[in-house]
């Protein structure tokens, strides 16, 4: 079972410092954060598409596609809901439909679509080790930063096994799928115990291995992978700084607002 | 506490020449007691070890030796709760009041869960998680990566995702971990048990590489076969050493290694069979042995050329001499068990109606193929069958697609192409009821399956999901618990049994649904020898009451001792289809599967017959004896 | 000589090194750290963040409104391992949501689900020890013990809900209406339906195998009682109020006249950031101290 989105296609968005990348949602984040107008979303969304291209990351894009499209409608709809100004062209029940309106909606829809996209790109290109580096490197604590990739590397281990726990009370005329919402929650139970209980068999072993491999010193372990700052890291530095400056200053001089009329 | 900066100088002194202390290893009257628990684990324990010694420990589940394990590295009393007394001494050096992870240089541990001790997202970040715990210098880790890579034969996996190693590639690097660190001493504490055949070797040659290289081993195993090569073994039952001494005088003294829990090698079976009291520690020794003691009739023994004994069944009338005794062997074989007390098997009783069957097979496979999806395929246009009161091993490695196979028996994969049917109906058109009447599966893992809070419920949980009485379904769980003799704790918690009768639980389960066939995967993994036996005993019954059984397994002495027919896969292809004889002749097709024949068979080869188990071999044998 | 043993495992003697997490938001409910420096209640850790991660997202499949939320069965996870694992199971869920969202896509408002699943698995069983008295186990179900699990429950769900609403809001991703009120229904229905039924199976067992948070770490210890309950009134007012300002200020019902007109136009999110962040610190205070 597929572990993470990381596809090892090491272009040179791949070979950037972990610590640039995880800077470089940010300001993904921070950029987007600052503007409503769909059109002042555009050259973050065509800055996507430009790193898509250049990671090869495509096929994780395809696969999320329909999700990516189907989040902007309801997104829409909720700021609309509470998005006051223009002149309303349709009244719906709560909904005023106004050029304003729409225009606020979707440039809302938009952004949400784009902050997933920017973490599409972000787990496409960097390992769980590297996100773990660099979460170190903003000051996350070793211990949770290594519960964080243990607890990664198990996920997949977990699910595999309430798959053939599905099965095994399947073959055992148990049907999951019986009675309306809750009743099918209810009947997930004979699933969750085993694989829980499972779990819980190993929590000695592994806190054994654990020990045995020194973990439970009071000193800060060493890392054995090191990763240096190189020139493309110090340009893609720069080139993140500017957009975030950018956006930041669209917002201060009052660019990109949606005209109330 | 120490300091860091020592920690990595004692690793590095460890490993120099000039070494005072005589002893890698001392355990001076040590005993343990686990909380809540009343027994001893370990009793009075004294053992010394010297430098460079590799040394076995055997015992069934339960006998204290991974608790003896833990001593060594403080995880008891460390970690484990209890009453700890004694002292342990590692190169002189006494482990009192020390952590476990101080330990982590001197004391190497290899654990049988290799799932368990597994923490990184590659090859080598696992190979240095623990040099990086111990504060290491990232030079001085970088230097030893590759070389304890190497030294397992894994070079060149470094960037792997350790999830896609198979079980003993993951034990390997296991064991990279721990030499990366420069141990004094390695304990390796069952690392094969989890194992295929082929991962089950390829972590005994490296056992054997390590032991040339001088290292101090502690290997713990339950079958005796794989520690031919220790100095010294050691059996261990209910805490306490019970035998101690080199491998020709602990291996010859059977009736105390079965009444252990130990499977006792075959050859040694053999020699005192035929009452040769001697050890015998490969299949030419056992020959010679053989030769020089018994007066034999040569004419029918000659040595056979090893290796090409691709001789067809037919052209040897000892072969079906020795498959009739295979039959009335294997019904003594359980009874036998019963008499141990490995389980009481005898008396079972089930009231399955009419199993005699027509001439139907109970399930069928046509042209059956399957793919996952954009996935390679994993079953190709096979074809199979299973007729009634059959016993069916299916054999081949790891990815070989037997699991595959078993499970479109069931229903739990819809085929690709081709079609199963189940007795003469086709899967598809039978609701999961009737499936589950026609065919039972029980999981590699009982604790795939185990949930409620009492074993009769557990049992019961079948028959209520189909809608049964109540007074029907108290009869056949009654009925089932005393098949798998576990009547006596049918209102305990079936997460608190032991892995055995967990096992046998989970057969309770799907027999209750009264299947009449039934399909095991892996039955005995994980379990011992005495376990195995228990568990094979009562699927033998099963088979001798009409219920067909197919088994998925990887042991050859289990294929060779109970099945009668043998299904090897390759590549999701059938490769060989028939008798138990005949498969274990196919040299070729067991060379390329890794499958190897048990020893007697290759001894039996020697003398130019056909033999499964040490009692055919010692029928022949005698049969032939000049009078 | 004999002695006993086991109680610390390798406990070191707790030195705060760069490895053990220090955050000053984190300072005083020191379980919370402690935690870090012993083996069994990191693996514990990890154990619960795979679980709920494993059972999250097969049901990522599912989603109610596509991008906001899914059906979340695996929402009981957090409060049942809560109440076996304590701190360990605080840490499992946020680390275990996180993972949830890498197979989901990322988003600024994680940093936000982070810390609300944080405090879903901390308030169960922090607010639970102060109830609940002398009797610890939940499996008793006596209609008082089942107020109080109620109470646990619901009194986690509202400020996890509120965090997440109330961030997502100031980042203008989501007016608050939306998240704060779907993560209250979708826990409390997991963790009323499932949690029993779960805990019932598994907290006999967790306990015979000495898992239980108190036996693992038993050096723990509570602040005084009447501090406790300061801190349970300060978080109960504290996440009703940013509950019910989120919900009433976002969709436009009440405009403060406190407040300049230009914090009170729609879409109300400065408006939101203003008045809702007061009662969130409150009840933040108030998990703290608890």
């Known amino acids: 079972m597929q572990t993470s989105l990381y596809l090892d296609r090491g ?34 969304a065509l800055l996507m598409v430009l790193l898509a291209h250049e990671s090869h990351s495509w096929p994780n894009f395809y696969a999320f596609r329909w999700f990516l499209i189907l989040m902007i409608p309801p997104t829409m709809l909720e700021w609309m809901a509470v998005y006051r100004a223009g002149v309303p062209v349709v009244n719906l029940w709560f909904i005023q439909l106004s050029r304003p309106a729409l225009l606020f909606g979707f440039g809302r829809g938009l952004k949400l679509a784009l902050l997933l996209s920017s973490s599409i790109l972000f787990l496409s290109t960097t390992t769980i ?16 930063a290594f519960a964080m990739s243990l607890a990664f590397r198990l996920v997949p281990l977990f699910m595999d096994s309430a798959l053939t ?27 969750v115990i085993p694989v829980f209980m499972g779990a819980l068999r190993r929590a000695n072993n592994m806190a054994m291995a654990l020990e045995a491999r020194g973990f439970g010193l009071d000193i800060a372990p060493t890392s054995f992978i090191e990763y240096r700052l190189v020139a493309t890291d110090i340009v893609a530095l720069i080139a993140l700084v500017t957009i975030g400056i950018a956006y930041f200053m669209i917002y201060y001089f009052g660019f990109a607002t949606i005209a109330p009329g | 506490m120490n300091p860091p900066a020592t920690l990595v100088e004692s690793a590095v002194a460890t490993t120099s020449d000039n070494l005072r202390e005589e002893f890698a290893v001392e355990l001076h009257d040590v005993s343990f007691t686990y909380q809540d628990t009343s027994a001893p684990a370990l009793r009075h324990i004294e053992i010394c070890l010297r430098r460079g010694e590799m040394i076995g420990i055997l015992g069934a589940s339960g006998a204290g030796k991974s608790t003896l394990a833990k001593c060594l590295n403080r995880l008891v009393p460390a970690f484990e709760r209890g009453q700890f007394s004694g002292v342990v001494r590692i190169h002189g050096r006494a482990l009192d009041g020390m952590r476990v992870s101080d330990l982590s240089h001197l004391v190497g541990m290899v654990f049988q869960d290799f799932e368990a001790q597994l923490f990184s997202t590659n090859v080598a970040l696992e190979v240095a998680f623990a040099m990086q715990q111990i504060g290491m210098p990232r030079e001085e880790i970088a230097a030893r990566v590759e070389p304890a890579l190497e030294a397992v034969g894994l070079a060149g996996f470094a960037k792997r995702d350790p999830t896609t190693l198979s079980g003993g590639e993951k034990q390997r690097m296991a064991i990279a971990a721990v030499l990366a660190l420069r141990p004094a001493v390695i304990v390796l504490d069952e690392p094969t048990t989890d194992l295929d055949p082929e991962g089950k070797a390829e972590v005994f040659t490296l056992i054997r590489r390590l032991r040339g290289q001088g290292l101090t081993l502690i ?37 105390l290694l079965e009444s252990c829990g130990v499977h006792p090698p075959d050859l040694n079976r053999v020699l005192a069979m035929l009452g040769i009291r001697a050890h015998a520690a490969s299949v030419e020794e056992a020959e010679t042995l053989i030769r020089g003691a018994l007066p034999l009739r040569t004419a029918c023994f000659g040595a056979h050329p090893s290796g090409d004994g691709t001789h067809s069944q037919a052209a040897d009338p000892l072969i079906s001499m020795a498959s009739e005794l295979d039959k009335q062997e294997a019904v003594e074989n359980s009874a036998a068990a019963a008499e141990l007390g490995w389980a009481k098997t005898s008396g079972v009783s089930l009231s399955y109606g009419d199993l005699a069957g027509s001439d139907v097979p109970l399930a069928e496979a046509q042209q059956l193929s399957f793919a996952y999806p954009l996935g390679p395929p994993v079953l ?54 009737e499936i589950a009447r026609k065919v039972g599966y029980v999981f590699q893992n009982p604790d795939h399956q185990i949930f409620a809070s009492t074993v009769e419920e557990e049992v019961a949980f079948g028959p209520r999901n189909f809608g049964l009485s109540d007074e029907d379904i108290d009869r056949r769980v009654a009925e089932v618990l005393r098949a798998v003799n576990l009547e006596n704790v049918r209102t305990r918690d079936p997460f608190l049994l032991s892995k055995g009768e967990r096992q046998r639980l989970a057969v309770a389960s799907v027999l209750v649904l009264r299947p009449r066939l039934l399909i095991l995967d892996e039955p005995t993994t994980g379990l011992d020898y005495r376990e195995q036996r228990g568990m094979m005993g009562l699927i033998n019954d099963l088979n001798r009451l009409g219920v067909a059984i197919v088994i998925i397994t990887h042991a050859p002495w289990l294929v060779a001792e109970y099945a009668r027919r043998v299904v090897l896969m390759r590549r999701g292809r059938i490769l060989f289809d028939g008798p138990v004889d005949a498969f274990f002749q196919q040299d070729e097709l067991l060379r390329e599967s890794s499958f190897r024949p048990p020893e007697v068979t290759l001894l039996a080869r020697r003398f130019g017959f056909h033999a499964l188990t040490p009692e055919q071999f010692v029928s022949v044998i005698r049969a032939r004896l000049k009078s | 000589m004999t002695v006993s043993t086991g109680e610390g495992l390798s406990s070191a003697p707790l030195r705060v090194g760069q490895y053990l997490p220090t955050g000053a938001v984190l300072g005083s409910a020191h379980e919370l750290r402690a935690m870090w420096a012993n083996t069994r209640m990191v693996v514990l850790c990890v154990l619960s963040a795979a679980l709920y991660a494993a059972v999250l997202i097969p049901f990522k499949v599912l989603p109610l409104i596509p991008g906001v939320t899914e059906v979340r069965p695996g929402n009981a996870i957090p409060v049942v391992c809560s109440f076996l694992f304590g701190p360990a199971a605080a840490w499992g869920a946020a680390i275990g949501n996180m993972i949830g969202d890498f197979f989901g896509g990322v988003g600024p408002g994680d940093l936000f689900g982070f810390f609300a699943n944080l405090v879903y698995g901390y308030i169960p069983y922090k607010l639970w020890s102060l109830l609940a008295d002398d009797d610890q186990s939940p499996t008793n179900f006596t209609p008082a013990t089942v107020a109080k699990y109620v109470v646990c429950c619901l009194a986690a769900s509202v400020l996890c809900a509120d965090l997440v609403g109330w961030g997502d809001n100031m980042l203008s991703l989501r007016p608050f209406w939306i998240l704060g009120n779907i993560i209250i229904f979708n826990n409390m229905v997991a963790a009323l339906v499932l949690g029993p039924l779960i805990l019932a199976a598994v907290y006999p067992r967790v306990r015979a195998g000495h898992l239980l ?37 976002s969709t436009g019902h009440w405009r403060p006249q406190l407040l300049p007109a230009t914090l009170l136009a729609s879409p109300y999110d400065k408006a939101v950031a203003i008045v ?15």
């Open chain 1, 165 to 191: 726990v599905v099965q095994a009370q399947t073959l055992r005329g148990y049907n999951f799928n019986r009675g309306n919402l809750l009743e099918r929650m209810k009947r997930y139970v004979p699933a």
């Open chain 1, 11 to 44: 272009t040179w968005v791949h070979r950037l410092h972990p610590a640039v990348k995880l800077f470089g949602l940010f300001i993904m984040f921070w950029s987007v954060f600052w503007v409503d107008h769909p059109l002042a979303l555009l050259p973050v």
């Open chain 1, 129 to 144: 080790e590297e996100f773990t580096a660099s979460l170190v490197t903003f000051r996350m604590p070793h211990r949770v």
């Open chain 3, 213 to 249: 948070y108190r036996d693992v770490m038993p050096e723990l210890r509570e602040r005084p009682k009447p501090v406790r309950v300061a801190a349970a009134v300060m978080l109960l007012v504290g996440e009703t109020g940013a509950w019910l300002s989120g919900n009433l200020l």
């Open chain 2, 219 to 255: 290997v713990i195993e339950h079958e005796a076969e794989e520690l031919r090569a220790c100095d010294r073994l050691l059996v261990l039952r209910d805490g306490q050493v019970v035998a101690e001494g080199a491998p020709p005088s602990v291996m010859t003294r059977l009736e």
């Open chain 3, 276 to 290: 809702v962040t007061p009662f969130i610190i409150l009840a933040a205070v108030g998990t703290v101290l608890l």
């Open chain 2, 380 to 433: 190709e246009a096979v074809n199979f069958r299973i007729a009634a009161g059959e016993f069916v091993a299916i054999v081949g490695q790891n990815g070989s697609g037997k699991t595959t196979l078993a499970k479109h028996l069931v229903g739990l994969l819809t085929p690709t192409g081709g079609e199963v049917l189940l007795e003469g109906r086709n899967r598809t058109s039978l609701s999961p009821e």
